[in-house]
């Protein structure tokens, strides 16, 4: 598609110019960096059609690269992770690719993607995922190391993993009971079951669950979620998350501790002092990231 097409579907999709440029692109993984009215958002996607974007070692190991790019570049504000893959985000691991391993290269899989997951998890930026299809198994626990998620009216989301014998295995117990509770978890776990959007939304598996039947929708609602983050201070926002990520792990005390040593960070910084102005001569503050 031509910069000046995209620019027009954009229009006609939210009111709004935005130009997407392809920054990094592998085989398997794309990163697009929006200008325009998006400037600060990127958008990471999966594009592995013929296995449904099932996690290989060659997504994992494209994954790490991009989130690593990623990770120290300060001109981004806030990261969506969706799938160019009609009705799918994520169908877990690859198993196909899984049962021709030996018990050993499974175990540097799994750390491998343990890592991957974990490097997502630990972006300074604000992460959104947009689930628009299937995300199950590793899919789902991909998008839980996301800070929001949003459903789409065709995701379907599940843990099936011990319907295989196995339980999830890349963070799926931790980061599912720390986000609904131990005893959820377990049903969900227990059951291998399946669920939609609605019920996603109903036990806070998901933020958010987008209108409308087209196939990017909760693309297009996490693209929403990111604007709504854009004109924040940027330094500000990353305290917050760095602040808050440490909330269910540490007693109140410390938590409050940690709080204050990110509220340090922020004060003595440029934007700062821009919004004190911005607030007293009534205008929309113009933020740097300094």
Not at 79 to 103: H, I, N, Q, W, Y
Not at 251 to 268: F, H, N, R, S, W
């Amino acid at each position: 598609m031509s910069v000046t097409m995209a620019m027009r579907a954009s229009a006609q999709r939210t009111g709004r110019i935005s130009v997407r440029a392809l920054s990094t692109s592998t085989q398997e993984v794309s990163v697009e960096r929006h200008t325009g009215n998006d400037l600060g958002i990127l958008t990471l996607s999966l594009n592995r059609p013929h296995a449904k974007n099932a996690l290989s070692r060659s997504l994992v190991h494209s994954m790490r690269g991009a989130l690593s790019s990623i990770r120290s570049d300060s001109t981004v504000r806030a990261l969506v992770l969706r799938s160019s893959v009609p009705r799918v985000f994520c169908a877990g691991a690859d198993l196909k690719e899984r049962a021709l391993m030996t018990p050993s290269e499974v175990e540097q899989f799994l750390y491998d993607m343990k890592l991957m997951f974990r490097e997502l998890e630990a972006l300074p930026q604000p992460t959104i995922a947009a689930l628009d299809g299937a995300a199950l198994g590793g899919g789902l626990e991909l998008s839980l190391c996301c800070d929001l998620r949003v459903a789409g009216q065709s995701a379907l989301l599940g843990l099936p993993e011990t319907s295989l014998a196995i339980i999830p295995g890349a963070g799926g117990t931790q980061r599912l009971a720390r986000l609904v509770g131990p005893s959820r978890t377990k049903a969900l776990v227990f059951t291998a079951r399946k669920f939609g959007a609605a019920e996603a939304l109903r036990m806070g598996v998901v933020t958010d669950m987008a209108e409308g039947a087209a196939e990017d929708a909760a693309y297009e609602r996490a693209m929403e979620w990111a604007r709504e983050i854009l004109p924040n201070g940027p330094v500000a926002v990353r305290m917050a998350k760095r602040a808050i990520d440490h909330a269910g792990s540490v007693d109140l005390a410390t938590g409050l501790d940690i709080e204050q040593l990110c509220y340090a960070q922020v004060i003595p910084t440029q934007d700062r002092l821009e919004g004190l102005r911005a607030f007293k001569e009534k205008r929309k503050p113009n933020y740097t990231g300094h």
